[in-house]
């Protein structure tokens, strides 16, 4: 097959006229920094999730962070986490002196097995975080039933989860906490940044005192119209809000959700029509109970050869890829801190898994090329020839 002149990167984030509009009128009012256009884009979240709080933060590691720090976590504590989920949310646990648990997964979805939950709680156990993966959601019922009988926290880790929605209910709402990321290679970005969604009204009081330094009033009440730039601090805080330029964008891109992830479904579609009957190629499973997938991602498991130089030939066709994600029980630092986790299905996984291009904006003629070149790959790997 004729390889392709300009590269397809895992992403591009499709940014239209009205994203550059609302930017360029956030510009031009001079302000800038947190003010209305967040508090916009949170009660859109809400409407959009049915939480009673969302806050916006400038990242989802601050948000996992700052609900971490909300709920008391302390050394020694232990959180119960799928060990396939970006390092961040490891990361965050460890430096607040806790320890992440780790839990197995489903091989075919990826998503976390309710059913490995209840043997790894014990007396030091706060929380547990199921990861809504790829933007197929986790299996809540199983997992809000463990955490209830067993008095702990669940934190929902939507990053891959604007739109998806489990037996009805969007991601976040649940009556727990959640954390969002808008992070360029998800469905809705604002460059960087994340949202908060809860129904605790001390939970909300606590977030936003450590969202911005532990001052009770941001800009837009210090120094808007008759605002008071007094302030005192009880506890003190981070720097982790959401400025108006990045609300713009995602306020814009929010209003697109829906043209977004119809166009991924599309494409996720024709990922399965042009991949179902491909040799050597494991298709990411759908869970069996009612659900919404968000096609965040779209991650195939290579059986037939070398991870590693199925990648390097990917490359050859001009393509990009992704890899979601590393097993974190199998990180340097985890292992030396914490020993190593058997975790059967992960770790089968984990050294096959690797992410195709998916975007909205890709052409159908595009999903066709990476289908091909797949297949090609694949079958001179298996000693077919060349490709």
């Not at 955490?147 to 969007?170: F, K, M, N, P, S």
């Not at 808008?182 to 970005?189: A, G, I, S, Y």
């Not at 005192?209 to 837009?220: K, M, T």
Request: charged share 25%.
């Amino acid at each position: 097959m004729k390889i392709r002149e300009d590269f397809l990167p895992l992403n591009r984030p499709s940014i239209g006229e009205l994203e550059i509009e609302g930017v360029t009128a956030c510009l031009r009012s001079k302000w800038i920094t947190t003010g209305a256009l967040c508090k916009r884009f949170e009660e859109e979240f809400q409407t959009l999730t049915g939480a009673r709080y969302a806050v916006s933060v400038c990242s989802a590691t601050a948000g996992m962070h700052l609900a971490l720090m909300s709920l008391g976590i302390n050394p020694g504590d232990e959180i119960l986490t799928p060990s396939l989920t970006f390092a961040s949310t490891v990361n965050m646990i460890v430096l607040l002196g806790a320890r992440p648990v780790f839990v197995d997964v489903h091989y075919d979805t990826l998503n976390l097995n309710a059913d490995d939950i209840e043997a790894r709680i014990t007396s030091k156990t706060r929380a547990i975080i199921p990861v809504h993966f790829a933007g197929a959601p986790a299996d809540m019922e199983p997992i809000l039933d463990v955490a209830d009988r067993r008095r702990l926290t669940v934190i929902e880790d939507a990053a891959h989860a604007i739109g998806t929605r489990y037996r009805g209910t969007h991601a976040g709402g649940f009556g727990r906490i959640a954390i969002f990321s808008f992070h360029p290679l998800k469905n809705v970005t604002t460059g960087e940044g994340g949202m908060i969604t809860h129904n605790d009204d001390l939970l909300e009081k606590k977030l936003r005192l450590l969202r911005f330094h532990g001052i009770e009033r941001d800009a837009w009440k210090r120094y808007g119209k008759r605002g008071n730039p007094e302030y005192d601090i009880a506890e003190p805080g981070y720097k982790y809000n959401l400025t108006d330029i990045q609300a713009a964008l995602g306020i814009a891109q929010l209003s697109r959700l829906s043209e977004f992830n119809r166009r991924r479904g599309e494409l996720v579609k024709l990922y399965r029509e042009g991949l179902g009957d491909t040799e050597g190629l494991d298709l990411p499973g759908d869970p069996s109970y009612p659900h919404d997938h968000a096609c965040h991602l779209f991650v195939v498991k290579i059986v037939a050869m070398e991870r590693k130089r199925f990648m390097e030939r990917l490359s050859e066709y001009n393509i990009g890829y992704g890899l979601h994600f590393p097993a974190c029980h199998l990180l340097k630092y985890v292992r030396n801190r914490f020993g190593v986790t058997r975790l059967p299905e992960t770790e089968r996984a984990a050294g096959r898994i690797m992410s195709l291009p998916l975007f909205p904006d890709m052409s159908d003629d595009d999903v066709a090329y990476v289908c091909a070149a797949v297949r090609a790959i694949l079958k001179r790997g298996r000693g077919g020839g060349s490709a």
